[in-house]
């Protein structure tokens, strides 16, 4: 399986709703990433917690890692329709070199 | 606007055609990537550019050719390409201040490449 899984694969919610994404790997991290993309468009970055790093707050955005579990969760609050996207998660692993291993995402779909 | 710049958009190519693909950052970063992403898959790392040497070629098929004549452009050169090639190949950069740390990626919007 992929370093990096996310789940749910898709999750659909109403507006003003919070979102929780969630994440996992498998082996030791430098970091964890997760970035956004809209249909056929470019990645944009979101958010990067470090490996000693457990919380990480960005305006509506929330991030948590815990590394004992090899897991991470992105928590939208308060979404908007234009929150509606794909969202990944990468890993930056110890061995790895000059790499990020992406997830599948997970698709949100975020109601008027 | 991310500062990262793909051409062409969207390209469709026969499998006897040769075509580029263009990256350019204006960000001042030291590594370029290029990245395939086929749909119901995770984005696939194809190629990674420290100060322009290639430092990871990450089991691509030969017709694939990546050039980086300096750090801030990135070409793709195809020759070819099979139908199962037909993705979107994003271009990316970031400036890596720790040796074997990626730090944040800066994309491009990305080419739709169709191999007919």
């Known amino acids: 399986s992929q370093q990096g899984e996310e789940d749910p694969q898709a999750l659909s919610i109403q507006e003003g709703e919070n979102a929780t994404m969630n994440c996992s790997y498998k082996?030791?991290?430098?970091?964890l990433q997760w970035y956004r993309q809209n249909s056929g468009r470019g990645l944009v970055h979101l958010i990067l917690i470090r490996s000693n790093e457990r919380e990480k707050h960005s305006g509506r955005l929330r991030v948590t890692l815990d590394t004992s579990k090899k897991s991470s969760s992105l928590l939208i609050t308060a979404s908007r329709a234009a929150d509606t996207a794909s969202y990944f998660c990468?890993?930056?692993?110890?061995?790895?070199?000059?790499?990020?291993?992406f997830g599948e995402g997970t698709q949100l779909t975020v109601n008027p | 606007e991310t500062g990262v710049t793909q051409t062409p958009r969207h390209l469709v190519m026969g499998m006897t055609n040769k075509k580029s693909l263009k990256c350019e950052q204006h960000l001042g970063h030291n590594a370029m990537y290029w990245y395939k992403q086929s749909a119901k898959k995770p984005l696939e790392l194809m190629f990674v550019y420290n100060f322009k040497e290639q430092t990871e070629n990450n089991s691509v098929p030969s017709r694939f050719s990546p050039e980086c004549p300096n750090s801030s452009h990135l070409f793709l050169h195809l020759h070819t390409l099979q139908p199962e090639d037909s993705a979107l190949y994003l271009c990316a950069s970031s400036q890596e201040v720790l040796a074997g740390r990626t730090g944040e990626l800066f994309f491009g919007e990305g080419s739709r490449l169709t191999v007919l």
């Open positions: 082996t030791s991290i430098n970091n």
């Open positions: 990468a890993t930056d692993q110890e061995t790895s070199g000059s790499r990020l291993t």
